[in-house]
């Protein structure tokens, strides 16, 4: 009997401790099966991006962030899986394809300050983190924001700043800001935040509902501080089928 | 022993009125058309019934008082709890294209929701069953009950809340259980009694262990869980639910499209939800013009700035906020149209004092009516139509059978709003803007086409679209726009950051400046849509164009098949979006329900078949019993989805619209029924039937060719006299719809009954079918080919009579 009940903790110690090698090499397979579905993806939706492969680094970026860290336990097994997966509290984690393709439309370059609106689960900040100075993210919903800021610290992503509270104002004391990214769609850009975004800087939104991204805003204020906005269907879609 | 007729009318009614509730409680914690699927897919538990009971239908004759007792307590015992773990199940529907789990989870919802109507077909076909020679009178007191029901149900909900009213609900299928024990004399009535009693006691005033589970993805849900949000008052009516959220410590704001170049941001806000859905916001207005400066800043501000408008009619007022516009503009006369009353309550009442007073300020005049009802009733001009941006909810709510009609946006409504439009009038109408274009251009070509109509031969002189990065306003003007005017939109764009996408004469480089798409695309679909080649162009592009019309309402689809594959490739790319949800759903639901009709229809035809091998029967053709009553099924519906329609532009209420047709049908028919029993006691079956579809296929017609004139001969009546004549006219067609059903049910009863459930599981299918199939065809070829169709089944259906068989053994 004792012996059972030694082997059953045995068991059960190495079932919920760290995970085991062989785990992490699966996810890093699994993570560079994704690069290239994205790759493959982004060659396809050409016409509308402008360009035919990603930023290298923003490649880099994501090859280099777990994802499976950032998402649920009863989720982590479709964690490379391209497509957007509920985290709780009724927000999801983004494609990847799209967190690709919004974080290479921001155009960073390493010195940059990024300003996030919308934490949700980390992984879009912990992709900024591979590529900018410094990140900024604000969550408005408080579990979210506090789960994000704990496994952003165990992952030591030191560059990226968290704070729970109202994105609509931006975070001044930190502003102007090189880009700014609001992962939840609004009806309306909040104005502080156009002012925070600095002259030639970028601002990106995806519109959509909570769950898929339907297209993809880009604002852009030139160094006259006139602001302009791109619409971008993210996939290859055009409304025509020929000539008329 | 007597048929229970009273038992059976109770329960039809109380069975009619857990559908609707249903329909009702699934519109808040989903989203309509789901809710649509799914309870057509539980209504299937009719049809079971009927399989079931073709194997055990003789033994449970032989305890018919048990066996009625029994699904009588379980339909009331299942109601309920049925209901309570349905919603528990996190359903999402966007997943299901790659999870398979939703689809199992949505199979186990349908499962659960058609237990509580199992039963009660069980109780009813058993019946019919039983006392087979009375079968018109049973169905009588069937469909008077449900016609009851349905209206009882909806005075139920404005009284107690959806929730409530499903206990209420629960309480009184029980008490089917103690009117069935009463009218069959069972010796044990007073215990059962009793007991009946206190179990509705338990079921009405036990709270339900959670309240409504909203799914999360909802905007209420996700207003909700911002820290600080709270609801501050919730109204019910079988309209809809609303919500008022309020958050002091992270201010709501709702300010579509609101320009970039916009320094302010909206003042405080009140968050208004309508079935879970967003239905905009309750501004604070106090008193100084530049905390709403904002309105100045939203394409709809448009119209304001080309033209004085005095007289300013707004549809779908809402919380306020084109009416605060209005004000903002320094209108004199403003028209605020509002369908909900409790909307309306909720801004001039119980918010009057945050709203500044908004809908009782000098000038604001405040009408409870649908919108296009309201302009056609009248004949008053109006400087300016503006129709809101929100989504009007109004007749999905009503939902019975509607997937997203809107008579607000149909050709002829368009003519009617020009035909209300002042000289030099404009009619403004908002949209969201979506890539590719959808809504937007529909828009435009309605427009086009209502002013063609009008007589109006260069349309293009009398359009002006602009856009900004979220929204898009389309104006229409009575008369052609002048130089200045074009100056002043051009201007108006500019200091806003809005692009032009449309106005006559404008060059190919002024579309795409500020909100840039990959092409011109509003401008360039603008120019072919004007031009020679509108319709290769709307046959080229990949969403449906086609305007809706009066007979084909469904501005709302945008779908088209040859799309649907390059959609469904771009599924790994995000590319699901494109597909617009509703048409696709639809198609889901007659699949799923055509494949398991199939399999229950199928079933018991094997059943009979071995069974007849071993023993003799009536000799009468299962083939015709089938193809009869699937005809007949399907076109009583038909007939009845289709007049809800055409009764909705004479009655104007969705709600109103679908409580009087339905209840007319159903009331008249049950007594078609009742008056048909003549003909059974002659066994005159077949004649009864002829005769039947007779007068069905002459009223049917007459309506078809009459109803549009008399409608508009009388659309200014008032609405009791209007409901009078909607009951007069329905009350005929609907008596000799109530005849086919319970003729051809008796007259089955010669086959040892078995053909019975047969007979009332092809029924069960059929009716969930007919509903599905009732709205594809209308979107396709709209209602007046629904209706000939239900008379064309109708023909058949009496040349398939099954009873000619009987005659010939």
């Known amino acids: 009997m004792k012996y059972v009940l030694l082997c059953y903790l045995l068991t059960s110690l190495m079932l919920s401790g760290p995970a085991p090698a062989g785990e992490d090499e699966q996810y890093t397979q699994q993570r560079m099966e994704l690069m290239r579905i994205i790759e493959q993806d982004v060659r396809e939706t050409s016409v509308h991006l402008d360009r035919e492969t990603l930023d290298p680094r923003v490649m880099k970026a994501l090859a280099e962030v777990p994802r499976h860290q950032f998402v649920p336990d009863s989720q982590r097994r479709y964690a490379y899986q391209n497509r957007p997966l509920p985290i709780g509290h009724g927000q999801t984690i983004s494609q990847p394809y799209i967190v690709a393709i919004m974080t290479d439309l921001l155009k960073l370059t390493p010195g940059d300050r990024v300003l996030e609106v919308g934490t949700g689960s980390g992984y879009q900040a912990a992709v900024l983190a591979e590529l900018v100075r410094e990140v900024y993210s604000i969550e408005i919903i408080e579990p979210l924001g506090k789960r994000a800021r704990e496994l952003l610290q165990r992952l030591d992503y030191d560059n990226i700043q968290t704070r729970i509270g109202d994105g609509y104002y931006g975070w001044e004391a930190h502003a102007p800001f090189d880009a700014i990214i609001v992962t939840a769609a609004a009806d309306h850009i909040p104005p502080p935040l156009i002012a925070q975004l600095k002259p030639g800087g970028r601002m990106m939104i995806p519109v959509g509902s909570r769950f898929m991204t339907q297209q993809l805003v880009v604002v852009e204020k030139d160094s006259n501080n006139t602001v302009t906005t791109r619409l971008i269907l993210p996939v290859r879609f055009v409304p025509l089928t020929g000539a008329h | ?809």
């Open chain 2, 1 to 809: 022993m007597r048929p229970p007729l009273l038992t059976i009318a109770l329960l039809s009614a109380t069975a009619l009125g857990y559908e609707i509730l249903l329909m009702r409680l699934f519109s808040i914690i989903q989203w309509h058309h789901f809710a649509y699927m799914i309870i057509s897919l539980a209504l299937l538990g009719y049809g079971a019934s009927g399989t079931f009971l073709a194997f055990v239908q003789a033994r449970l004759l032989n305890h018919y008082p048990l066996a009625l007792l029994i699904n009588l307590a379980l339909f009331g015992l299942t109601a309920m709890p049925s209901f309570l773990v349905a919603q528990q199940i996190p359903f999402n529907p966007e997943e299901i294209l790659w999870n398979w789990r939703e689809a199992v989870r949505l199979m186990f919802v349908y499962l659960l929701l058609s237990l509580p109507f199992f039963f009660a077909a069980n109780a009813i076909a058993l019946t019919f069953s039983k006392f087979n020679k009375l079968i018109t009178r049973v169905y009588a007191f069937d469909l008077f009950g449900a016609g009851v029901g349905s209206l009882g149900v909806i005075l139920i909900l404005y009284v107690i809340p959806p929730l409530g009213a499903l206990s209420l609900v629960s309480a009184l299928g029980m008490a089917c259980i103690a009117v069935a024990a009463w009218e069959l004399q069972l010796s044990k009535r007073l215990w059962i009694g009793a007991a009946v009693l206190l179990s509705m006691a338990i079921a009405v005033w036990s709270e339900p262990p959670s309240g409504l589970v909203l799914s999360p993805y909802k905007d209420l849900s996700q207003t909700l869980r911002v820290s600080g949000a709270r609801v501050i008052a919730e109204r019910f009516s079988p309209m809809a639910t609303l919500q008022v959220v309020e958050n002091d410590r992270v201010p709501l704001r709702y300010a579509p499209g609101m320009s970039l170049n916009a320094g302010s941001s909206p003042p405080a806000q009140l968050g208004l939800f309508s079935d879970g859905g967003s239905m905009g916001s309750i501004t604070r207005d106090s008193g100084d013009p530049q905390a709403v400066d904002f309105l100045d800043q939203l394409t709809s501000a448009l119209p304001y700035h080309l033209q004085h408008a005095q007289r300013v009619l707004v549809l779908g007022a809402g919380g306020g906020m084109d009416v605060l516009q209005a004000l903002y503009q320094d209108s004199a006369e403003i028209h605020a149209v509002e369908l909900n009353p409790q909307v309306i309550g909720l801004v001039s009442k119980d918010y009057a004092e945050f709203s500044g007073g908004l809908y009782s300020k000098p000038g604001v005049q405040l009408h409870t009516a649908e919108g296009r009802g309201f302009v056609s009733a009248r004949d008053t001009h109006y400087d300016l139509i503006q129709i809101a941006l929100q989504h009007s909810s109004g007749a999905s709510s009503a939902g019975l059978y509607s997937l997203s009609e809107s008579y607000l946006y149909t050709t002829e409504a368009l003519q009617t709003y020009l035909g209300h439009l002042s000289s030099g009038g404009y009619l403004a109408i908002s949209r969201w803007i979506k890539l590719p274009p959808r809504d937007t251009l529909k828009l435009f070509v309605t427009a086009i086409d209502a002013l063609r109509v009008a007589g109006v031969e260069e349309p293009g002189k009398r359009l002006i679209l602009i856009r900004g990065w979220q929204t898009s306003t389309l104006l229409v003007k009575n008369g052609e726009f002048t130089a200045d005017e074009i100056r002043a939109m051009r201007d108006f764009s500019q200091q806003r950051a809005f692009d032009v996408a449309w106005y006559h004469g404008m060059s190919a480089d002024e579309p795409n400046r500020f909100n840039i798409f990959r092409e011109p695309y509003l401008y360039q679909a603008a120019q072919a849509l004007l031009g020679p080649h509108r319709q290769s162009f709307m046959e080229q592009y990949k969403f449906n164009l086609q305007p809706a019309t009066d007979d084909q309402p469904y501005f709302h689809n945008f779908f088209k098949w040859s799309t649907l594959k390059e959609i469904l490739e771009l599924r790994g790319q995000g590319g699901m979006p494109l597909l617009e949800a509703g048409y696709p759903v639809l198609v889901a639901t007659l699949a799923q329900a055509l494949l398991a009709s199939s399999l229950l229809i199928l079933l018991p035809l094997v059943f009979l078949k071995r069974r007849k091998q071993s023993s003799d029967s009536s000799g009468i053709s299962q083939l015709r019993v089938v193809s009869y009553f699937f005809a007949i099924g399907l076109a009583f519906l038909f007939i009845e989805i289709a007049f809800i329609q055409k009764f909705m532009l004479f009655l104007h209420h969705p709600l109103f619209t679908a409580s009087v047709v339905l209840a007319s049908f159903l009331v008249f028919a049950g007594l078609g029924s009742n008056w048909s029993k003549r003909y059974s006691m002659q066994k005159s079956y077949g004649q009864g039937v002829k005769w039947a579809v007779a007068g069905i296929l002459l009223t049917g017609t007459a309506y078809l060719l009459l109803l549009d004139t008399l409608f508009a001969w009388m659309v200014a009546w008032p609405t009791i006299a209007r409901a009078a004549v909607s009951i007069v006219l329905i009350g005929p067609l609907a008596f000799f719809m109530g005849m086919p059903f319970p003729l051809a049910l008796t007259s089955l009863r010669t086959a040892a009954g078995t053909l019975i459930p047969l007979a009332w599981a092809v029924n069960g299918c059929a009716s969930v079918l007919s509903a599905v199939l009732a709205t594809l065809l209308a979107i396709h070829f709209g209602f007046t080919l629904v209706v000939l169709l239900a008379l064309l089944l109708y023909i058949l259906a009496a040349l398939e009579f099954p009873v000619r068989s009987v005659n010939s053994v």
